[in-house]
């Protein structure tokens, strides 16, 4: 990906359509494609390496990097400036988690506009009330009106930059208890207004939910889910549902949280890298992820026509 400035505007230009096309045909190709979640760049090209087509940049796995709270307590701008090295990072596009779209839908346009210039292939916004509060929070879960969200929607397909560029609209219906009805009646005012895809969530520990919705659901764009809560339904089900996208929304965060926990205790308590040091990667794979040899290759290139 190309990094903007005045000197690479065009190209930059040309990249975000790449990427928002590779994202587009994802998300309407035949069968299921899977997102994985990513972090950080590191994340995300260790995602693009194991062979993912797409990445999700999630408001709630960003946040808990920074330490903070999955409430918006980054601005939108601080949000941006983290993604951005992960879209760089990699050559598959990068689907933006815009939570609540951090405001109207003046500020909602203003920020599509702005994830485009840095790489973002597409955004998903949900439609909570501002601040959001994560789906999974036990808490009561607000949902924005319909005509303030499909304004939003809208203000976004007018902004977005290239034709490409994706609006995936997330009901959190069924996450508030509204019920299916509701979460019916949102979803297709919703792809009137022009999202591109539909994101319907459930916190349910069974997919019954998603099955009722996808039963009764008359809309001709692009389904997608997040099954975190629901993992163990077989993902054969979903693809028999005709489910375009499945996004494992928070995997990559909680087996690195896993992991460091575990190394750590295990070093406070012996008091040494001994026992673990053959089980985690070495210092020779972060500098193969990091790319270190072609920065070595460069250095003989440029010092090779110093005068």
Known sequence: ???SSP?????????AMTVSRQLRQILNSDGTSFIMEAHNALAARLAEQAGFSALWASGLTISATMGLRDANELT???????VEPAADAVDIPVL???????????????FVEKAAARGVAGVCVEDKEFPKRNSFADTQHT??????????????KDRQPNSDFCVIARTEALVAGAGLSEALDRAARYEEAGADALFVHSKQKTAFEIEAFVDQWQGSVPLVIAPTT????PTENFERL?????????HGLR?????????YQNIYEQRSVASVDSTISSVDDILSLTETEKLLSSEKKYASIKR
Do not use: C, H
Not at 96 to 110: L, T, V
Not at 230 to 233: F, N, R
């Open 1 to 3: 990906m190309q990094n």
């Open 7 to 15: 000197d690479n505007d065009a190209d930059t230009r040309d990249t």
């Open 76 to 82: 939108w701008n601080e949000v941006l400036n983290l």
């Open 96 to 110: 933006m988690d815009a939570d609540s779209g951090y405001g109207d839908f003046n500020i909602f346009g203003r």
């Open 143 to 156: 949902l924005a009106s319909i005509e303030d969200f499909t304004a939003k929607i809208r203000a976004a």
């Open 230 to 233: 629901y993992a163990s339904t």
């Open 242 to 250: 005709g489910i375009s996208a499945i996004i494992w929304a928070n």
């Open 255 to 263: 087996a690195a949280i896993t992991g460091m926990q575990s190394v």
